[in-house]
């Protein structure tokens, strides 16, 4: 969607009755890990910012510290409407804002209110938002999918599905000074391509000379009986 206005209207109203997100974080150790988090805003504004507290001393501040790539993955199953977020996250020390946004239930989390030690205000920048928004009724449904298991045809598309471009990544993706996505795309498969065979040719210089000959003489390769058609490979024990 190129309209970032619209977007955003059409994003916050899929999202903005979804109480909690699955707020997902890169470990250390390359894994992913998914927490629950209230989302506090009341609407969402220009700056196409949604905003969490957590613990500071918590795992999910570390990680998005360590690598501000985040998702955030809403899903209503009554309405089935599903919407995955992606944004870049960082602490933002902002007690004005942390007011604006305090509630009984924050409260209840941090009993030191605003001013606790161990709060911190989470701002994620939305970048990119993929939905699924299923409009059909439960039994319109019930009778595509019936009806695609008697006839053997996949059932007939239910409900929108789309894609939100917000911030700078809008035109980044087409616009950039890199050139459009797909040549980005080539250059970069390219530079991987270039990078292996370079490795292969590091590690091949790396061998010994007789590095086959040597493997060859201190194991025996077996194989399977020759057929009486086949001819003998010469060098192998096939016995």
């Given at each position: 969607?190129?309209?970032?206005?619209?977007?955003?209207?059409?994003?916050?109203?899929?999202?903005?009755?979804?109480?909690?997100?699955?707020f997902v974080t890169r470990q250390g150790n390359g894994h992913l890990q998914s927490r629950p988090m209230t989302t506090q805003?009341?609407?969402?504004?220009?700056?196409?910012?949604?905003?969490?507290?957590?613990?500071?001393?918590?795992?999910?501040?570390?990680?998005?510290?360590?690598?501000?790539?985040?998702?955030?993955?809403?899903?209503?199953?009554?309405?089935?409407?599903?919407?995955?977020?992606?944004?870049?996250?960082?602490?933002?020390?902002?007690?004005?804002?942390?007011?604006?946004?305090?509630?009984?239930?924050?409260?209840?989390?941090?009993?030191?209110?605003?001013?606790?030690?161990?709060?911190?205000?989470?701002?994620?920048?939305?970048?990119?938002?993929?939905?699924?928004?299923?409009?059909?009724?439960?039994?319109?449904?019930?009778?595509?999918?019936?009806?695609?298991?008697?006839?053997?045809?996949?059932?007939?598309?239910?409900?929108?599905?789309?894609?939100?471009?917000?911030?700078?990544?809008?035109?980044?993706?087409?616009?950039?000074?890199?050139?459009?996505?797909?040549?980005?795309?080539?250059?970069?498969?390219?530079?991987?391509?270039s990078a292996l065979v370079k490795s292969e040719k590091e590690a091949s210089a790396q061998q010994p000379e007789n590095f086959?000959?040597?493997?060859?003489?201190?194991?025996?390769?077996?194989?399977p009986p020759l057929g009486q058609d086949a001819a003998p490979i010469h060098g192998l024990d096939t016995k």
């Amino acid at each position: 969607m190129s309209d970032s206005s619209n977007g955003r209207t059409q994003l916050w109203d899929l999202i903005h009755d979804i109480k909690f997100a699955m707020f997902v974080t890169r470990q250390g150790n390359g894994h992913l890990q998914s927490r629950p988090m209230t989302t506090q805003n009341q609407k969402l504004g220009d700056d196409d910012t949604l905003w969490f507290f957590m613990s500071r001393s918590g795992d999910p501040v570390n990680d998005l510290v360590a690598e501000p790539i985040v998702n955030l993955s809403y899903a209503d199953t009554g309405s089935d409407r599903f919407v995955s977020v992606s944004g870049q996250a960082r602490v933002v020390d902002d007690k004005a804002k942390t007011q604006e946004l305090w509630s009984k239930m924050a409260q209840a989390w941090f009993p030191g209110g605003v001013d606790d030690p161990n709060l911190a205000l989470i701002e994620v920048k939305i970048v990119h938002a993929h939905y699924w928004n299923v409009t059909e009724s439960k039994i319109t449904q019930l009778y595509q999918m019936a009806k695609a298991a008697m006839t053997g045809t996949r059932p007939e598309p239910m409900g929108q599905t789309g894609e939100v471009h917000l911030g700078e990544a809008a035109s980044a993706d087409t616009l950039d000074t890199g050139g459009t996505r797909d040549a980005r795309d080539a250059r970069s498969a390219s530079g991987t391509r270039s990078a292996l065979v370079k490795s292969e040719k590091e590690a091949s210089a790396q061998q010994p000379e007789n590095f086959k000959d040597v493997a060859l003489q201190d194991k025996k390769v077996h194989i399977p009986p020759l057929g009486q058609d086949a001819a003998p490979i010469h060098g192998l024990d096939t016995k």
